[in-house]
């Protein structure tokens, strides 16, 4: 399996500044073929199932605010919320989808 | 609109069988696959398996194949997991989750289903 590596594990960042969240794999999730990198990144607020922000390492997900961002190609990525709000406080996972399905561990995003 | 609506929350005892279920509405439930996910009580995300309800293909993580069966009803857009011996370290949250594709991203999810296994 593809092990999914966040960094930090948790992340305490003024308002308005920005944030920005680490996932590695132990293997490219980048499909030659069609240059896709097959990571998604998902936004977990307490009480609340996981949803979808990215998908493709940097396409958002219709309805999200255009602060968050996702980048990064092969084994390296980001995701990166441009001016912090006080309800994105969350936990952050990323996701590849390159082989069987796995999350990394997951980075909890506070308020400083 | 899109919504996954699960069965409510359980309390089972070990060795005592179960199945939770995740009703599809507003899309055609047939064209998408239905992944479950497991989230253990201050835990992370595990992706247990899923299944293509147009056709019942169903493929499951190395981690929980044996341990649980997933299935599908297209005539009720239902989707299910289903334990036979229930053990206390099944105890979590199960998300059911839209994919639109075998290997995929999840979207949207479930409100989440807690089960409880205690003796």
């Known amino acids: 399996d593809i092990v999914m590596t966040q960094s930090p594990d948790s992340l305490a960042v003024s308002l308005g500044e920005r944030a920005t969240i680490n996932c590695k794999s132990s293997?490219?999730?980048?499909?030659?073929?069609?240059?896709?990198?097959?990571l998604a990144w998902y936004q977990q607020k307490p009480g609340q199932p996981p949803k979808l922000l990215i998908y493709w390492a940097s396409t958002r997900e219709s309805g999200v605010p255009d602060r968050f961002s996702g980048s990064g190609s092969g084994t390296d990525f980001t995701l990166t919320i441009s001016s912090l709000q006080a309800e994105d406080v969350a936990v952050y996972y990323c996701q590849q989808y390159y082989s069987t399905l796995t999350f990394g561990q997951g980075t909890r995003l506070e308020i400083k | 609109e899109v919504q996954l609506v699960q069965s409510g929350a359980e309390v089972k005892k070990p060795g005592e069988s179960l199945k939770i279920s995740c009703k599809g509405s507003g899309y055609s439930f047939t064209s998408y696959w239905i992944g479950w996910v497991r989230q253990m009580p201050g835990k992370g995300l595990e992706w247990m398996g899923i299944?293509?309800?147009?056709?019942?293909?169903?493929r499951y993580s190395p981690s929980f194949q044996g341990q649980v069966t997933i299935s599908a009803d297209k005539s009720i857009s239902t989707a299910y997991l289903q334990w036979s011996s229930l053990k206390a370290s099944d105890t979590a949250m199960y998300y059911c989750?839209?994919?639109?594709?075998?290997?995929?991203?999840?979207?949207?999810w479930g409100q989440g289903t807690l089960v409880t296994v205690s003796s």
């Open positions: 293997q490219s999730v980048l499909y030659s073929s069609n240059n896709k990198n097959y």
């Open positions: 299944i293509y309800p147009g056709d019942s293909d169903t």
């Open positions: 989750a839209r994919a639109p594709r075998f290997s995929g991203w999840f979207d949207p």
